[in-house]
């Protein structure tokens, strides 16, 4: 893609220049905003010290610059930027539609490491103009990022110095090579960033290796801006530069082969699996090759009404059978716009809004349908949308579409020196971090204490294609980003946190595969963190195809406990035709739960009667109401969603599922959960039904 970069002269906008065209891309233009009438703007946005020197930028890399003075402020200083007259971020906006309308670029490089306000407004601004943010540097482990600078023949000074430990008399001016021990060191006494990324110290990039010229300091002057006896705040101003030639041959390509973080990443997952493995997936498709053309399956009434929970005392509600049957238009948008003006009128006599939706559970009967029905549901969902999990399922002939939809509002006031959040992480540039959203959904939603995750497939986030590796391979990425996702959303969040999880994959033969790469995943978190962990047990499923022709894809549901507090319980029960088989896990500050219920089948398919029917039927909704029974707190748990994986052409489960929502009703009676009916193709071992029910206050 033809880039713009956004330079402040600092070695974060350099590097990141230099990882777009180790990634293919070409730099056309360089972008600056600058003070006006002073050394340094008190701005939350941009570096402006060192702006004195930005204009030879231009005649060292041989590309025009684009400048602009700043006129704004930071008047919107919230987690969500909207579009604000007067704000700072409007001039960005302004001095970047100058340059895709003069050079057409179509990308724009963005030097963020940590700052999730910065990378908020510039992906704002991109998504207005239409164009792809590159944050490559986004969320890299900062000690080896700055190693990976220095050796990259960047070579930057130090301009500005803010921090305990840096002194303006000793530090302004350095090479960064020849700080970077000591940074580390700071790093571990004092808690400093690294990179400078709480402002503890801003650089100046005299050279790189996309310069043709490099530049050259021939005077400056230090000014004291704040003399403090512990923290003394100086920084560098430059009266006199020039540039000078580099030899030809020093004029090499911005970074040398293979030294892409996301490579690099996948090439040790696929060292760690067995040569027969990759053998034998490498090349395969992972979409099932069952016929399902002619299926009809068991079509439930188009008229059949949602399926609600109550409210939890913490404010949530869950809503399930949404679908666009009632439309006209039989076709995947028809039905979509149908299904949402289902779920509106649904929320609306519930006193709900869209803005309460937290999370979406979107089934789909043809993965194809996937790009149009994005058209549709993107509409409906403003910066921020929910966190959403998006697979095929063997719907019936007719209904492209089935949702269910997580809700949640604070229902009472404030106690005083108590506050709540609710916050999105909703990246959309391109990174080395993990993927960009590929549809209308944030990665994460926080609501206090608990992550609603989206699923994630194995994309290769750099270029959001499709990893071309086995099902093994695939699964450690998918659970790598959610790991990632996690910590992002909530601070040292890991999987030891994560109280339900439910994996969808594409092929029977790959549920023991998924189950080891989860278990091994979990035991290393386990060594890292220290005490035993007590994990959910994970939902493995087979469905007919993912997004992206994808393997794997996870999602889970997490919460800020102490793992090692969490109390679990197991339990058995014997039927008529095989068994149930219940786990449940509740966190420590028994706030949240999950309920893992499996119901497997002996003897033959088909032969179960109407007997084994009721008797499974009433002994899973004994066991559930045991179990959550076993979950009671002082303040009692509401179970909000029994999403119940069931085998699409299995004659008892579709008996089973028929009359289950009514048989929870009467053994839970006002506490019984929505019921989300999903058919699968395939369950583990010999089980054809899977419930699996989040509870919370």
Same mark, same amino acid.
């Given at each position: 893609?033809?880039?713009?970069?956004?330079?402040?002269?600092?070695?974060?906008?350099?590097?990141?220049?230099?990882?777009?065209?180790?990634?293919?891309?070409?730099?056309?233009?360089?972008?600056?905003?600058?003070?006006?009438?002073?050394?340094?703007?008190?701005?939350?946005?941009?570096?402006?010290?060192?702006?004195?020197?930005?204009?030879?930028?231009?005649?060292?890399?041989?590309?025009?610059?684009?400048?602009?003075?700043?006129?704004?402020?930071?008047?919107?200083?919230?987690?969500?930027?909207?579009?604000?007259?007067?704000?700072?971020?409007?001039?960005?906006?302004?001095?970047?539609?100058?340059?895709?309308?003069?050079?057409?670029?179509?990308?724009?490089?963005?030097?963020?490491?940590?700052?999730?306000?910065?990378?908020?407004?510039?992906?704002?601004?991109?998504?207005?103009?239409?164009?792809?943010?590159?944050?490559?540097?986004?969320?890299?482990?900062?000690?080896?990022?700055?190693?990976?600078?220095?050796?990259?023949?960047?070579?930057?000074?130090?301009?500005?110095?803010?921090?305990?430990?840096?002194?303006?008399?000793?530090?302004?001016?350095?090479?960064?090579?020849?700080?970077?021990?000591?940074?580390?060191?700071?790093?571990?006494?004092?808690?400093?960033?690294?990179?400078?990324?709480?402002?503890?110290?801003?650089?100046?990039?005299?050279?790189?290796?996309?310069?043709?010229?490099?530049?050259?300091?021939?005077?400056?002057?230090?000014?004291?801006?704040?003399?403090?006896?512990?923290?003394?705040?100086?920084?560098?101003?430059?009266?006199?530069?020039?540039?000078?030639?580099?030899?030809?041959?020093?004029?090499?390509?911005?970074?040398?082969?293979?030294?892409?973080?996301?490579?690099?990443?996948?090439?040790?997952?696929?060292?760690?699996?067995?040569?027969?493995?990759?053998?034998?997936?490498?090349?395969?498709?992972?979409?099932?090759?069952?016929?399902?053309?002619?299926?009809?399956?068991?079509?439930?009434?188009?008229?059949?009404?949602?399926?609600?929970?109550?409210?939890?005392?913490?404010?949530?509600?869950?809503?399930?059978?949404?679908?666009?049957?009632?439309?006209?238009?039989?076709?995947?948008?028809?039905?979509?716009?149908?299904?949402?003006?289902?779920?509106?009128?649904?929320?609306?006599?519930?006193?709900?809004?869209?803005?309460?939706?937290?999370?979406?559970?979107?089934?789909?009967?043809?993965?194809?349908?996937?790009?149009?029905?994005?058209?549709?549901?993107?509409?409906?969902?403003?910066?921020?949308?929910?966190?959403?999990?998006?697979?095929?399922?063997?719907?019936?002939?007719?209904?492209?579409?089935?949702?269910?939809?997580?809700?949640?509002?604070?229902?009472?006031?404030?106690?005083?020196?108590?506050?709540?959040?609710?916050?999105?992480?909703?990246?959309?540039?391109?990174?080395?971090?993990?993927?960009?959203?590929?549809?209308?959904?944030?990665?994460?939603?926080?609501?206090?204490?608990?992550?609603?995750?989206?699923?994630?497939?194995?994309?290769?986030?750099?270029?959001?294609?499709?990893?071309?590796?086995?099902?093994?391979?695939?699964?450690?990425?998918?659970?790598?980003?959610?790991?990632?996702?996690?910590?992002?959303?909530?601070?040292?969040?890991?999987?030891?946190?994560?109280?339900?999880?439910?994996?969808?994959?594409?092929?029977?033969?790959?549920?023991?595969?998924?189950?080891?790469?989860?278990?091994?995943?979990?035991?290393?978190?386990?060594?890292?963190?220290?005490?035993?962990?007590?994990?959910?047990?994970?939902?493995?499923?087979?469905?007919?195809?993912?997004?992206?022709?994808?393997?794997?894809?996870?999602?889970?549901?997490?919460?800020?406990?102490?793992?090692?507090?969490?109390?679990?319980?197991?339990?058995?029960?014997?039927?008529?035709?095989?068994?149930?088989?219940?786990?449940?896990?509740?966190?420590?500050?028994?706030?949240?739960?999950?309920?893992?219920?499996?119901?497997?089948?002996?003897?033959?398919?088909?032969?179960?009667?109407?007997?084994?029917?009721?008797?499974?039927? !009433? %002994?899973?909704?004994?066991? /559930? $109401?045991?179990?959550?029974? @076993?979950?009671?707190?002082?303040?009692? &748990? =509401? +179970?909000?969603?029994?999403?119940?994986?069931?085998?699409?052409?299995?004659?008892?489960?579709?008996?089973?599922? !028929? %009359?289950?929502?009514?048989? /929870? $009703?009467?053994?839970?009676? @006002?506490?019984?959960?929505?019921?989300? &009916? =999903? +058919?699968?193709?395939?369950?583990?071992?010999?089980?054809?039904?899977?419930?699996?029910?989040?509870?919370?206050?």
């Amino acid at each position: 893609m033809k880039v713009v970069a956004l330079i402040s002269g600092g070695k974060d906008s350099c590097y990141n220049m230099m990882q777009c065209v180790a990634a293919g891309h070409r730099i056309v233009a360089l972008a600056n905003l600058r003070p006006a009438h002073t050394d340094e703007l008190d701005s939350y946005m941009y570096q402006t010290v060192g702006h004195q020197a930005i204009e030879l930028y231009a005649e060292a890399m041989d590309v025009p610059l684009y400048r602009r003075t700043i006129q704004g402020s930071s008047l919107d200083t919230s987690r969500d930027y909207r579009e604000t007259e007067g704000d700072e971020v409007e001039d960005l906006y302004q001095l970047l539609h100058l340059v895709k309308e003069k050079e057409g670029v179509e990308a724009v490089s963005a030097g963020a490491i940590l700052s999730d306000y910065q990378r908020v407004r510039v992906e704002n601004v991109c998504m207005r103009l239409g164009l792809q943010p590159l944050a490559y540097l986004w969320r890299r482990d900062q000690e080896s990022l700055l190693s990976e600078m220095i050796s990259s023949n960047l070579h930057a000074i130090l301009i500005k110095v803010a921090a305990f430990g840096l002194d303006p008399d000793k530090h302004l001016g350095r090479p960064l090579a020849d700080m970077e021990a000591y940074l580390k060191q700071l790093s571990q006494k004092y808690g400093v960033h690294i990179c400078g990324e709480g402002g503890e110290y801003e650089t100046f990039t005299l050279d790189c290796p996309l310069f043709k010229k490099r530049l050259v300091i021939d005077a400056a002057e230090t000014v004291i801006h704040s003399a403090d006896a512990f923290a003394p705040v100086g920084y560098l101003r430059f009266t006199q530069m020039h540039t000078e030639n580099k030899d030809a041959d020093v004029v090499a390509r911005a970074l040398p082969h293979g030294s892409c973080p996301c490579q690099r990443a996948i090439d040790k997952m696929t060292e760690e699996v067995e040569y027969a493995d990759q053998a034998e997936d490498n090349h395969q498709e992972f979409t099932s090759n069952c016929d399902l053309t002619c299926q009809r399956g068991h079509a439930l009434p188009a008229d059949l009404p949602p399926s609600c929970s109550t409210r939890s005392s913490r404010g949530y509600q869950w809503i399930s059978y949404i679908n666009g049957l009632q439309s006209p238009d039989p076709g995947i948008q028809g039905q979509t716009s149908a299904a949402f003006t289902h779920l509106k009128s649904e929320l609306d006599s519930r006193g709900w809004k869209l803005k309460d939706v937290v999370l979406v559970h979107l089934y789909v009967r043809n993965m194809d349908d996937f790009a149009p029905l994005n058209e549709v549901y993107k509409k409906h969902f403003g910066v921020n949308p929910p966190a959403r999990v998006c697979v095929q399922a063997p719907l019936p002939m007719g209904q492209l579409l089935q949702m269910d939809c997580l809700l949640h509002d604070w229902t009472e006031p404030l106690k005083d020196d108590c506050f709540h959040q609710r916050e999105a992480l909703h990246v959309q540039s391109l990174s080395h971090w993990a993927p960009a959203n590929i549809g209308p959904y944030s990665q994460a939603v926080r609501v206090d204490d608990l992550a609603f995750c989206a699923g994630q497939i194995a994309l290769i986030p750099c270029t959001m294609q499709l990893v071309k590796a086995g099902t093994r391979t695939q699964a450690k990425m998918s659970f790598s980003y959610v790991k990632k996702v996690l910590d992002a959303v909530i601070s040292r969040l890991t999987l030891a946190h994560v109280v339900q999880a439910h994996c969808y994959t594409t092929r029977s033969q790959d549920i023991l595969v998924v189950r080891a790469v989860w278990e091994s995943m979990l035991k290393a978190t386990e060594e890292e963190k220290g005490p035993e962990i007590k994990p959910p047990p994970l939902s493995v499923v087979v469905v007919p195809a993912l997004p992206k022709g994808a393997a794997v894809e996870l999602h889970v549901t997490a919460i800020q406990d102490e793992p090692s507090e969490r109390t679990s319980c197991h339990m058995t029960k014997k039927l008529k035709c095989g068994y149930i088989e219940c786990q449940t896990v509740m966190s420590a500050d028994s706030g949240s739960a999950s309920i893992s219920l499996d119901l497997a089948v002996s003897g033959h398919e088909g032969r179960q009667g109407t007997d084994d029917m009721k008797d499974a039927t !009433e %002994g899973i909704g004994t066991m /559930l $109401k045991e179990a959550i029974k @076993k979950e009671k707190t002082e303040a009692e &748990l =509401v +179970p909000l969603c029994a999403r119940v994986f069931y085998k699409w052409d299995h004659p008892l489960a579709q008996q089973i599922v !028929e %009359g289950l929502e009514e048989s /929870l $009703k009467k053994s839970l009676e @006002k506490s019984s959960p929505s019921v989300a &009916l =999903v +058919p699968v193709l395939d369950l583990s071992d010999s089980q054809i039904l899977h419930l699996s029910c989040w509870l919370s206050f």
